[in-house]
């Protein structure tokens, strides 16, 4: 792709997607961004990411801001730190990895200023699609080492895992287990490819 390495970073590629005719494509370098969520655990909280995914911008134009973000995440790649606490998450009482392996983002608009962005799209778990909003920063765009144009930005969503089929819990005492409420965010470098 015009001597950009993006997609060795990462682990796998879907079938690739194709920019609209006079539109543009951009293929987030995962090596330089993260997906990750945070959840409530009885009064603490608990981070983790997922390590295998892919992600694309596909625009109308010239302009990435007419664009929308596609990603897709491998569920089995969560990690939290903990193998145990891993393979719990994995299992049918949260994400069931062995009957849903992808969660995806479908973008269907970004809404960008000089320091802001939206993003835009349905989100989908589980088998489970709900529209979502992510918002964040815009960090900008360059050029990179080889000429080719990189934007980023970091935006966020919080929202409520018994929307997606995510509804285990225990009660402790007046106390549950763990939050409902997850807060995920995107932090994406992409580099143009055509």
Do not use: C
Request: charged share 25%.
């Amino acid at each position: 792709a015009d001597g950009i390495n993006v997609s060795q970073s990462a682990a796998w590629e879907p079938t690739p997607a194709a920019p609209a005719p006079g539109g543009t494509r951009w293929v987030v370098d995962v090596v330089h961004s993260q997906i990750e969520f945070r959840v409530r655990h009885l009064v603490g909280r608990v981070r983790g990411n997922f390590t295998n995914w892919y992600a694309v911008i596909l625009t109308e134009d010239q302009d990435w801001r007419h664009g929308r973000v596609n990603v897709t995440v491998q569920t089995a790649s969560l990690n939290t730190g903990n193998n145990y606490r891993d393979a719990d998450l994995r299992s049918k009482r949260f994400f069931g990895v062995d009957s849903f392996p992808e969660m995806t983002f479908l973008g269907t608009g970004i809404a960008a200023s000089d320091t802001t962005v939206e993003v835009i799209g349905l989100l989908t778990i589980k088998a489970h699609t709900r529209p979502v909003t992510l918002k964040g920063t815009y960090r900008g765009i360059a050029k990179d080492e080889t000429g080719h144009e990189r934007i980023a930005f970091e935006a966020s969503v919080t929202l409520d895992r018994r929307d997606f089929g995510i509804d285990w819990n225990a009660s402790i005492g007046e106390n549950t287990l763990i939050g409902n409420e997850v807060e995920i965010t995107i932090a994406l470098e992409a580099a143009r490819v055509n």
